[in-house]
């Protein structure tokens, strides 16, 4: 999982794009990531969607992107919260959980 923002300095009514994409083995079809906690300060788009996965006798991989368009409405310094996503690793025989850093 690798999440980032397009910029992390901006005056109101501008606009930042936080894209979360997932990527690796398995179901990325049936995979869901969780919507980020956003700022109220911040008018939150439905995101862009958009899926690259390939099929093989070895299985399903591939990546799934998630692309939100945020735009502040009032000065500030604002913190988005880390991005958590769990998922079965088979290999492993264990949930195991993917974070994000917290961006400011």
């Given at each position: 999982?690798?999440?980032?923002?397009?910029r992390?300095?901006?005056?109101a009514?501008?606009?930042?794009?936080?894209?979360?994409?997932?990527?690796?083995?398995?179901?990325?079809?049936?995979?869901?990531l969780?919507k980020?906690?956003?700022?109220?300060?911040?008018?939150?788009?439905?995101?862009?969607?958009?899926?690259?996965?390939?099929?093989?006798?070895?299985?399903?991989?591939?990546?799934?992107?998630?692309?939100?368009?945020l735009?502040?409405?009032?000065?500030?310094?604002?913190?988005?919260?880390?991005?958590?996503?769990?998922y079965?690793?088979?290999?492993?025989?264990?949930?195991?959980?993917?974070?994000?850093?917290e961006?400011?």
């Open positions: 999982m690798d999440v980032s923002l397009s992390t300095e901006l005056t009514d501008e606009s930042v794009t936080l894209k979360i994409v997932l990527q690796g083995e398995g179901n990325i079809k049936l995979a869901e969780p980020p906690e956003i700022p109220q300060a911040f008018e939150l788009f439905d995101p862009k969607t958009s899926e690259k996965i390939s099929t093989t006798a070895a299985g399903m991989r591939g990546k799934k992107t998630y692309e939100y368009l735009i502040p409405r009032y000065n500030g310094t604002y913190k988005i919260p880390a991005i958590s996503f769990s079965f690793d088979t290999r492993a025989e264990r949930y195991k959980t993917l974070t994000s850093k961006f400011e």
